[in-house]
């Protein structure tokens, strides 16, 4: 059993306060007094009402960190290992600042330096990790299905930080915590997601996550980056850009992953640029208070106009700065059932 958030530290002021499954806080619907699993594995596992006991929880871990209050006991005693098989900056900096800043002891395996190199598979690296005793193990990999592969074999509490172009459960959650914060919801407002549709694993935590809490999603690429039968998500997609901004309350940009393009998809990036770019004439058929985000690392020029990313609209940084509160509040509900 996961318990709630508990006055552990004062900063956490107790439970955080009751949310509606629609993502809006302060509804009278009750949220679930735990997450069912032991791990995090995806957002297509989680309930509408899971999703918004994290987004809460989050809300109380912003004020950790801050000028008054630094860090937390909430995990003193619990070790966390980091082990990324992909280059990362964000995502794995920011678990690193979550996890200190509730007073883990922490362990960052650099796999460049390590016996992967030497030909070690991952189930023996998961399994002389697990000879260790962690009690979580967040890992990035390039294997779709990575992080449940060690979740089968590992007493550890096993959190996907991204496994090949399946899931980046954490990505959507901050995500959906940078809206609720703009928005204050999430159901009824229009999500346009655009570029490259096909190799992305934010994509597909954002589109499970944004259908569970009612939100209209449209998605636009070239329709060789459009993946076959995304319908079934419950979404519109058109490779018209410009009626996927239409009207958008959020526009969303994703990164054109060529190191995961075999073959062409479109004839250049100046191309690509010019016909699915964000730039500030593209951007002004969204509505007036729209917020425009991107999960990073962006390319300047290709997705998004250097004017727009560090425009008015832009809350690409918030983005990141959220990024570990959400973290921390995943950790701190996943260690609940450690006890």
Request: with cysteine; charged share 20%.
């Amino acid at each position: 059993m996961i318990e709630t958030p508990s006055p552990q530290a004062s900063a956490l002021q107790g439970t955080p306060s009751p949310a509606s499954a629609s993502g809006q806080p302060g509804q009278a619907a009750a949220p679930p007094v735990a997450l069912r699993a032991r791990h995090l594995l995806g957002i297509e596992s989680l309930s509408p009402e899971e999703i918004v006991l994290i987004l809460d929880t989050a809300e109380a871990m912003k004020e950790v960190g801050s000028r008054t209050v630094k860090k937390v006991p909430a995990l003193r005693g619990r070790t966390v290992v980091n082990l990324f098989f992909e280059p990362s900056t964000r995502t794995r900096t920011s678990f690193e600042i979550a996890e200190k800043r509730l007073s883990a002891d922490t362990l960052s395996i650099a796999v460049a330096t390590s016996s992967v190199t030497k030909g070690e598979t991952l189930v023996d690296t998961a399994l002389n990790l697990e000879a260790m005793s962690p009690d979580m193990i967040v890992m990035r990999h390039a294997s779709s299905g990575a992080a449940h592969l060690l979740a089968q074999i590992c007493r550890a509490r096993i959190i996907n930080a991204g496994d090949g172009m399946h899931e980046h459960p954490t990505q959507a959650l901050l995500d959906a915590f940078t809206i609720r914060q703009h928005k204050k919801r999430i159901a009824g407002l229009k999500v346009a997601i655009i570029g490259d549709l096909l190799h992305s694993r934010v994509l597909r935590s954002n589109l499970h996550l944004l259908g569970k809490l009612g939100a209209n999603v449209w998605v636009s690429a070239p329709r060789t980056l459009i993946p076959p039968g995304i319908e079934r998500f419950g979404v519109t997609a058109t490779t018209r850009v410009e009626d996927a901004i239409a009207d958008a309350d959020v526009v969303m940009m994703l990164r054109i992953q060529m190191e995961r393009m075999q073959g062409h998809f479109f004839p250049s990036l100046r191309e690509y640029f010019t016909l699915y770019g964000l730039t500030k004439e593209r951007l002004a058929l969204a509505r007036p208070d729209a917020i425009v985000m991107h999960p990073g690392p962006m390319n300047r020029g290709v997705e998004i106009a250097s004017d727009v990313a560090d425009g008015p609209a832009s809350v690409i940084l918030e983005q990141v700065s959220n990024g570990v509160a959400v973290r921390m509040a995943v950790l701190y509900l996943l260690a609940g059932g450690l006890d």
